[in-house]
């Protein structure tokens, strides 16, 4: 399995065009049958708090699509009506096209009002792509250590961070992205959408990092381009078996 970000610039509120881009690029770029690719937070609209326009009800079965039709495993950042709301989504997609998991964003960014117009998840996810365990995180969520902590204890090796990320703050988000990779001994694989929206400016920076924080693979602001790399998996289980951290872990700290 090779992993990818799929850094995308999602023109504002348009799905039918962001689709027809992602698509595009996918054919253009053409990952392996097997490969895990992640898409940016909202790839279908951007960073809308219009709830209403982002949760579009065929999102999920157009994903699932895309993801049978390239052979893949797919990330994708979309709204979903959950329980009796909508939620900030990543959702992952088999190469069968079924959905094998989804994780509502936990820790909305009320800065930005997001806590108005979604409701926020309540817990990690752990998935199993291909024998590699994935915890799909969004965008704010970086800011909570204690997030991927619960991810790592609940049995996640990679964390598959989709973001809509501003050019303002991204060395923030490369030292917190460095951080969750160090403390918790695991891969990353985080995508960043480009472009621009009515009142903020994106600037990609997607990045795979290993298990002890090295860059991998980075992009700068180019859009609508897949980051790649191979990540060592069995020196990731090797290395955390060697030096144990997570035995360490005080769990009463946590709650748990």
């Not at 001994?185 to 985080?190: E, K, M, S």
């Not at 090295?214 to 980051?227: F, H, K, P, R, Y």
């Amino acid at each position: 399995m090779r992993f990818h970000a799929l850094q995308t610039n999602p023109q504002w509120e348009r799905i039918r065009e962001n689709r027809a881009a992602i698509r595009a690029a996918l054919e253009a770029q053409r990952p392996e049958r097997g490969d895990l690719v992640v898409l940016p937070e909202l790839c279908e609209t951007g960073f809308t708090m219009r709830a209403d326009i982002a949760a579009a009800p065929d999102s999920a079965a157009w994903m699932g699509q895309l993801a049978k039709d390239h052979g893949i495993f797919l990330q994708a950042g979309i709204a979903r009506k959950v329980g009796g709301g909508t939620a900030n989504t990543a959702t992952v997609f088999a190469p069968s096209g079924e959905e094998i998991g989804c994780y509502s964003k936990v820790f909305l960014f009320s800065p930005g009002g997001e806590q108005r117009a979604y409701a926020p998840g309540n817990s990690p996810v752990v998935i199993d792509c291909g024998g590699v365990r994935i915890a799909p995180a969004i965008c704010y969520d970086l800011r909570f250590p204690e997030l991927f902590r619960h991810a790592l204890l609940a049995g996640a090796e990679l964390f598959t961070f989709s973001a809509c990320w501003p050019s303002a703050r991204l060395h923030q988000k490369r030292a917190m992205l460095i951080a969750r990779a160090l403390e918790n001994q695991a891969a990353v694989v985080a995508c960043n959408r480009t472009g621009s929206e009515p009142t903020i400016a994106y600037s990609g920076g997607s990045v795979i990092l290993d298990h002890v924080g090295n860059e991998i693979a980075s992009i700068g602001a180019q859009a609508d381009t897949l980051v790649s790399a191979d990540i060592d998996m069995d020196a990731l289980r090797s290395f955390r078996s060697s030096f144990p951290v997570a035995s360490d872990i005080r769990r009463s700290l946590l709650g748990l």
